[in-house]
């Protein structure tokens, strides 16, 4: 009787600037960054200083991961 499922509230994924997909996790828990009106999430503190201390190179240098950022993965 018992089969109730959760659904899920908020998307169960993400993808970080620096191209790592990450699932069923809260990207509450991931260093973040406003750049171009987006929010972008990194995987760790180190990528975060690394945007910080040239976020233009950094975006540029990861650019072909950057369009998946904030975008459902199918
Ligand atoms: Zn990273």
Excluded at 13 to 35: E, K, Q, S, W
Excluded at 53 to 59: A, I, L, T
Aim: charge should be positive; include cysteine; hydrophobic fraction near 35%.
């Amino acid at each position: 009787m018992d089969k109730a499922k959760i659904p899920a509230i908020r998307p169960s994924h993400f993808v970080t600037l620096c191209g790592r997909i990450f699932h069923n996790t809260d990207p509450t828990y991931f260093p973040c960054a406003a750049y171009r009106g987006r929010t972008i999430f990194f995987c760790t503190d180190s990528c975060l200083e690394a945007f910080h201390s040239d976020p233009k190179r950094f975006y540029v240098a990861h650019r072909k991961s950057a369009h998946k950022v904030n975008v459902p993965v199918k």
